[in-house]
Structures are given as C-alpha cells and as structure tokens.
C-alpha cells in the first residue's frame, strides 16, 4: 500500500519531538509524569542522560507501565545511565522531592494503550498535577501536555486544562497548544514554558 509522508509533521507526537529536540540538553531532569509504555521514557534518557550526568524521573499510577517503562529503556540505554533513572509507581499528583526545580515534565494523558480502557488520567487530578509543576519546573523549563480528546473524560480533562491555561500569567508563562484541526479528534499537544 503506497501512503502519503509528511516530511515536517504526520502528528501530534512528531511535534512535539521536534520542539522537545530544541530544547532538551544532557544533563538536563526531566520527569515523565505518566510513563506508560515507556517511549517518552526512552526518548528523554536518550536525550538528557550522557556519562552519568542528567536525572530521570519516570511515574506511573499502574505497576505494569513501570515495568513496562523499565524493561524498554533498559535495553537501549547504556547500565551508567539506567543508574540515573527512578521509578515510581505512584499518580502525579505529587512528584519526587528532589525533582524540584526539574527543566522538564512530560504528560501523556489518557489511558495506557494496550492496557484497561476504564483506568485513564481524570481532570481534577490532571489540573492539581499541573499546578504544582508550573511552580515545579525552574525558569526556562518546559511542560509537554499530550492530550486525548477521543474519550469522554479525556475532551472534558482537555477542555478544562485550556480553560486553566489561558488564565495563566503571560508574564511568567508561554501557553501554546497544536491541533491537527482536518483529523476528527485528534491528539492536542499543549507546551508550557516558564519565563526566564
């Protein structure tokens, strides 16, 4: 079957790899808030882990996604930097107390794909976690918020967290989000940077 490329951006994700690429350095920290299946993961201790140097922080409120997250970065990465990596299964609603001041959080909100439709992050929590990481993140820092309008809680978790952005200062934050407005529902992809 002959598909049709993209060469700058076929969704969501390669937005944000292509702003995540300009601005992540090693040495940076950064927390994965919602790990998953682990590709955010491997992505980020790939870009910010180099001769022990950089800090990862990978959360998830579901055990199998730690694992999961554990057994792909671990395979790709060299053993100095897996030492660099920790894991916590727990929700993002409190972050480990010596990520403070990190230079990058990661959201994939929703559910686990491949894993139970009926566990999915929820608005309430979502915002209460984005609260505390504007304040989290040090001056210069960026938040990545990946966003599933295809599900009830999801539309409703993603039309509450822009309605809380666009009330967040200017001075001291940047708010933007990406929509692939011609592809029914799909991922929204929304960036916070905190003013330097």
């Not at 990862?56 to 199998?64: F, K, M, R, W």
């Not at 992050?121 to 505390?132: G, M, P, Q, Y």
Request: glycine share 6%; aromatic share 10%; with cysteine.
């Amino acid at each position: 079957m002959n598909t049709k490329q993209f060469p700058l951006f076929r969704s969501h994700q390669d937005q944000a790899h292509i702003m995540w690429s300009r601005f992540l350095k090693p040495g940076m920290t950064a927390i994965d808030a919602t790990c998953g299946n682990g590709h955010d993961s491997l992505y980020l201790a790939k870009s910010i882990l180099n001769h022990g140097n950089g800090k990862l922080y990978c959360l998830d409120i579901q055990s199998t996604a730690i694992e999961s997250t554990k057994n792909r970065v671990k395979t790709h990465v060299s053993k100095e930097s897996f030492h660099n990596i920790e894991f916590y299964n727990q929700s993002f609603e409190t972050f480990p107390s010596d990520s403070k001041n990190c230079d990058f959080i990661v959201y994939n909100l929703g559910y686990l794909p491949g894993g139970d439709k009926t566990i999915t992050t929820d608005a309430e929590t979502t915002l209460k976690s984005i609260d505390i990481a504007l304040n989290w993140i040090k001056e210069g820092g960026l938040i990545s918020v990946s966003c599933y309008v295809g599900h009830s809680e999801g539309k409703r978790e993603t039309n509450l967290l822009l309605e809380f952005l666009s009330h967040v200062c200017p001075k001291s934050y940047s708010v933007c989000s990406y929509d692939l407005v011609n592809r029914k529902n799909a991922p929204i992809l929304v960036l916070i940077q905190k003013a330097i």
